[in-house]
């Protein structure tokens, strides 16, 4: 089924009546996101695709979107989307890196095997890596990255020039705020009532809104702040993404890990884990041993200390969120998952309070642990401390947790993508 807003998005496309230039403090910030130059032109009735590969700290994902523009003249609509993952993520991959590229050259069969043989060669492919290759060294993540050039050349399809590369963390908040609200139909005319986007990775977590107080732009840091304009109106966004802040990162700092000049031979304790536990665990290719206090505290109020020093006063906190509501999506829509807050499928809404609710239910019954992941308490009580003390909102603050809106996936991939097929010109 096509969507209403796939048309609402392509209706920019087909007459290029608007264009969509980003800026950062006044200076051109995301130059090429449908310009109006670049519009194309559409001289037959056909299917297209796009293929966009996700290198996330805790695994790849491939993206593939089909469009359709039914008779000439009219507007494209977006039909439908594949998603495949595999993991780890590409920085586990840190000294390996061609075997790290044979998981993206696995993911590239299941383009092959869904879009049409005489479709490959022009369908373009992108990958864009994010906060897991940010954290590593630049040359540990360029040798990761030309592996998967090669994977690239390779492959049958269409590979632009920067086909493969890092994004800017600030890219990811604007484009996935771009996606959930033109899924949700918001972006249509010259509507400002907008939801917010809450993205929790591994590595890093972004939030992006569309202020609606003066002294929300009077108060923000200029570098939070991007303007664009779309469907002739102009939206300045609050946007910014927070590197070592991700969930994977943030169990790192808890544990103190990050504050260790050696990690051979130690053992990471935390009041946020059972106190039986002895375990290790692999993030960023690299093994951690850990456990829980085996003669100290655990529970609730000692973990909650734990992370809220990871949290507390390192982040910007807009007033206006306490009175927004926000998509929320990767690992906040994960943790609600594990714990039975809201259905797989469907979603659901919680408030900020839910979390915390959870995390003491959590926490104070360690002792009764007994399956699914060990750091369930710890994370519980970091998005918390993320939500509450992070970023400022209201314990009452509704937040919407989905994977998908109308059936596809949330997250910054369907903007880009939006982004890649309107600089190639594809359409058709």
């Not at 299941?110 to 990958?127: E, F, G, Q």
């Not at 939801?195 to 977590?205: C, E, K, R």
């Not at 050696?262 to 009041?271: E, K, L, Q, V």
Request: proline share 4%; with cysteine.
């Amino acid at each position: 089924m096509g969507t209403s807003w796939g048309t609402a998005f392509f209706m920019l496309v087909a007459s290029c009546v608007c264009s969509t230039v980003f800026h950062r403090d006044q200076q051109t910030w995301f130059e090429g996101i449908f310009l109006s130059s670049m519009c194309p032109i559409n001289v037959s009735a056909s299917t297209f695709y796009g293929i966009m590969f996700d290198a996330g700290s805790t695994g790849t994902r491939i993206h593939v979107y089909t469009f359709v523009q039914k008779i000439p003249g009219e507007l494209p609509i977006l039909e439908g989307e594949i998603f495949e993952s595999v993991k780890p993520g590409l920085s586990a991959f840190v000294d390996q890196p061609k075997q790290g590229a044979e998981t993206v050259q696995e993911l590239l069969e299941v383009a092959k095997d869904s879009i049409p043989r005489s479709h490959w060669k022009r369908t373009p492919v992108v990958l864009k890596a994010t906060a897991g290759l940010r954290l590593l060294p630049e040359e540990k993540a360029e040798a990761l990255l030309f592996e998967v050039r090669e994977i690239f050349k390779k492959s049958p399809f269409l590979v632009p020039d920067d086909s493969v590369s890092i994004m800017d963390g600030s890219y990811e908040g604007v484009l996935a705020w771009v996606t959930v609200n033109f899924l949700t139909g918001q972006l249509h005319g010259h509507s400002q009532e907008t939801m917010g986007t809450l993205d929790l990775g591994g590595a890093s977590t972004q939030i992006t809104f569309l202020p609606q107080l003066e002294k929300t732009l009077e108060q923000t840091p200029r570098g939070y702040l991007t303007s664009f304009e779309m469907f002739n109106s102009t939206y300045k966004l609050y946007t910014h993404s927070y590197l070592g802040f991700g969930l994977k990162a943030a169990r790192l700092a808890t544990l103190g890990a990050l504050e260790t000049e050696g990690i051979d031979g130690h053992t990471f304790r935390s009041a946020c884990l059972p106190r039986w536990l002895e375990a290790e665990w692999i993030f960023g290719g690299v093994k951690y041993q850990y456990g829980g206090n085996q003669e100290g505290e655990v529970g609730f109020e000692p973990c909650y200390a734990e992370v809220l020093r990871v949290v507390q006063g390192k982040l910007h906190q807009p007033d206006e969120v306490q009175r927004s509501s926000f998509y929320a999506f990767s690992y906040y829509y994960d943790r609600a998952v594990d714990t039975d807050m809201i259905d797989y499928e469907k979603g659901g809404v919680l408030k900020v309070d839910d979390f915390e609710r959870k995390a003491k239910e959590v926490c104070d019954n360690l002792e009764n642990f007994t399956s699914g992941s060990p750091f369930l308490c710890m994370d519980l009580s970091y998005i918390t401390a993320l939500l509450k003390d992070g970023f400022g909102f209201a314990g009452s603050t509704i937040l919407q947790l989905t994977k998908k809106v109308n059936n596809i996936e949330t997250g910054w991939a369907l903007g880009a993508t939006f982004h890649l097929l309107q600089s190639l010109g594809i359409s058709h």
